[in-house]
């Protein structure tokens, strides 16, 4: 089965760090864009950032460069996203999801996984 | 960045009616949009990419068109099963933005 399953996820107060972790399986993971995605309570989803197969390119929204970083271990299988300087406003459900971009072409996140809740708050 | 607006923000319809939903860009974006469909406490769910193409799997009730600044996402007769919130997404530059979403209310 395609699978993406998203860890990591916790309470964490301002200013602190945690690391959210994304285990691919039933496809070959080094073949894909990866992203992660975030959804505030009650509010609409963010695209947050995403890393090319090889790991060799890397973007942010603006409101996370500097404070977050993208990475992926392809051996492992595996994405990860490193938060740190953390504020009220990243609390929200985060979302890994795959993705394949070609030259001419975007295929969309077809692959996602169930969400991991980060809550910011002293 | 490239701003998406959605319109409605919301809409009320009943079962068997056709539903269009608007995504305007705020620069070109040829066809690189996607439209999501998510429910309550689920992760979002691809239906359409390259802004006309549905994802293998989705019923072909869903249907979408446009290019350049402006794209539609249609329901051609609504179904119990739709009533969700409904987001457009543009790949064309960083970073790839959603729009607010729809809600769409049976």
């Known amino acids: 089965e395609v699978q993406l399953v998203e860890s990591g996820g916790g309470l964490v107060q301002p200013g602190g760090s945690l690391r959210l972790s994304c285990a691919a399986s039933g496809f070959t993971f080094s073949n894909y864009w990866v992203n992660w995605v975030r959804q505030a309570p009650g509010k609409g989803l963010e695209w947050v950032a995403n890393?090319?197969?090889?790991?060799?390119?890397?973007y942010y929204v603006d409101s996370v460069k500097g404070r977050f970083t993208i990475s992926r271990d392809n051996a492992k299988n595996s994405l990860y996203l490193q938060m740190s300087s953390l504020r009220a406003e990243d609390t929200a459900v985060y979302y890994c999801?795959?993705?394949?971009?070609?030259?001419?072409?975007?295929?969309?996140?077809?692959?996602w996984g169930q969400g991991t809740t980060v809550t910011v708050s002293s | 960045d490239i701003q998406m607006t959605q319109s409605p923000s919301s809409v009320s319809a009943s079962v068997g009616d056709r539903v269009t939903i608007t995504c305007r860009a705020s620069?070109?974006?040829?066809?690189?949009l996607a439209w999501y469909q998510q429910k309550p406490g689920k992760a979002p769910k691809l239906l359409i990419y390259a802004a006309s193409t549905l994802q293998s799997g989705v019923p072909s009730r869903f249907s979408g068109s446009g290019s350049g600044t402006d794209f539609t996402l249609t329901i051609s007769s609504l179904q119990p099963e739709d009533f969700a919130t409904y987001y457009c997404q543009q790949a064309n530059s960083f970073p790839h933005t959603f729009g607010q979403g729809t809600r769409l209310e049976i």
């Open positions: 620069q070109g974006l040829s066809s690189w």
């Open positions: 999801a795959r993705t394949t971009v070609t030259t001419h072409y975007y295929y969309g996140m077809d692959v």
């Open positions: 890393i090319k197969q090889d790991g060799s390119e890397q």
